[in-house]
């Protein structure tokens, strides 16, 4: 049987970072699914479908095919045959993310297929709802979150060091409305699982977090 970590938690928490690091150690395959959800998004964007608009944003999840490769060790995220890992990490894609992520037709697509990958492989997949409701039987679960504080601080020296201009305020207050919305949906809110090792990253290295995640793998696996 497949070896299942999930991890999640609100957006800026270092999921993705820490997820990454983790699978390169153990040699498994890293999921980032909230890529696998802006990928739809983007689809929708790209169509002028407006995210708000439920029905036809659930019609048109037939005519998406999400597929994911590893290149390096980084997840590569296919749009209907696309690459389209440089076009998902947009502010506007990430808006129009947490709104369509909410729709039960876009979310039963994508379960689907984040439960095929997970039965086929040991693998390490993060997110919002994989401990509560993608893989409730994941062997080990973790919850990672931080201060909304510190998560500001940290999207806010990213985004510098891209060159981009940002006032740490908005980034604090963007990062509430997101927790918001994503821990307030109807279907699948974002919430610790009763069985996840909670983390709190606020005052840890990204070291000491994935020797957590090391020492929780080991003590299930030994
Ligand atoms: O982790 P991220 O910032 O790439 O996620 C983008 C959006 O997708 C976020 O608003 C929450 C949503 N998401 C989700 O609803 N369920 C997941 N398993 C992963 C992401």
Redesign the pocket.
């Known amino acids: 049987m497949a070896f299942n970590v999930a991890i999640d938690g609100p957006?800026g928490a270092g999921?993705s970072t820490i997820a990454k690091r983790a699978a390169k150690e153990l040699s498994y395959i890293y999921v980032?699914?909230?890529?696998m959800?802006?990928a739809m998004a983007l689809y929708f964007l790209r169509k002028g479908i407006s995210p708000k608009d439920e029905e036809a944003v659930s019609a048109a999840c037939d005519e998406i095919t999400v597929t994911l490769s590893t290149e390096n060790g980084d997840q590569q995220v296919f749009l209907n045959g696309e690459n389209v890992n440089a076009f998902i990490r947009t502010e506007e894609v990430?808006k129009a993310?947490?709104i369509v992520?909410a729709y039960a037709k876009v979310r039963q697509k994508l379960t689907q297929l984040q439960r095929e990958l997970a039965a086929s492989a040991d693998l390490i997949m993060d997110?919002?709802?994989?401990g509560t409701c993608?893989l409730p039987e994941a062997q080990v679960k973790i919850y990672l979150t931080a201060s909304v504080e510190t998560r500001g601080k940290r999207r806010f020296l990213e985004l510098q060091e891209k060159g981009e201009i940002c006032e740490l305020e908005q980034i604090c207050e963007d990062i509430r409305k997101?927790d918001e919305?994503?821990m307030n949906r109807e279907i699948?809110p974002l919430k610790q699982a009763k069985d996840a090792v909670l983390v709190d990253s606020s005052n840890m290295t990204i070291e000491e977090v994935v020797n957590r995640i090391l020492e929780l793998v080991e003590q299930k696996r030994s």
């Open positions: 957006a999921k980032d699914t909230g890529a959800y802006r990430g993310t947490s992520s997110g919002r709802d994989i993608v997101r919305q994503d699948s």
